[in-house]
């Protein structure tokens, strides 16, 4: 009787050794699935937020951009322009009253008033009287005189001139896929191949 208490005690307090074990592994093991269950959950509304995120970041819109051109304009050197200065000789004329003596012979018959004068010489004796005679002559002379002034000044003129050019354009178009009832993709209904809505052609297959 004695031996079997004995052993009484010993499997009771082994039994209840195993069993506080037993209940600290499962509680070991509850708390370990809750806290992956709480990870994985974690881990899955992370994912979801992203997602809603992303979603909500890239949404259902496009933005499309073009390239525009905007015209300048450059200063170049086009050319020059000098002032040169030249002799150059010239034949010009012009009248100009110029006189000259001419001898006349005159003859006046004897009168009481010139008789003194013709009786005042011996008779019959060579003689002779001389008379100059002059003449004017035109005489060219030529002095500088200034007549203008010549100076150079520049002006600018506007002209229109056409510039072309290339710019880039991204156009957005629309596709579609098309399912029967049963769920089974239509003929030509492949992605990429669906009818597209074309700017200014309506609707395509």
Excluded: C, W
């Amino acid at each position: 009787r004695g031996d079997t208490s004995g052993m009484s005690n010993t499997s009771g307090a082994a039994g209840m050794t195993g069993a506080k074990g037993g209940m600290s592994g499962t509680a070991g093991t509850a708390k370990g699935t809750t806290a992956e269950r709480s990870g994985t959950t974690g881990a899955a509304g992370a994912m979801s937020r992203r997602g809603e995120t992303g979603k909500r970041a890239t949404g259902d819109a496009m933005t499309r951009s073009e390239e525009r051109m905007h015209v300048g304009v450059e200063r170049h050197e086009s050319g020059r322009a000098r002032l040169r200065k030249y002799v150059v000789t010239e034949e010009v004329q012009q009248t100009v009253p110029v006189r000259h003596e001419e001898v006349r012979v005159e003859r006046e018959p004897i009168t009481d008033a010139n008789r003194d004068d013709a009786l005042s010489g011996p008779a019959f004796k060579e003689d002779q009287h001389e008379v100059t005679l002059h003449e004017e002559r035109p005489v060219v002379t030529t002095e500088a005189v200034p007549v203008e002034r010549v100076r150079m000044t520049t002006e600018e003129t506007v002209t229109n001139e056409t510039v072309r050019g290339r710019v880039r354009k991204e156009r957005i178009e629309a596709e579609t896929e098309m399912t029967d009832e049963s769920g089974r993709k239509g003929r030509g209904d492949t992605p990429g191949r669906g009818g597209r809505d074309i700017p200014g052609r309506g609707r395509e297959r």
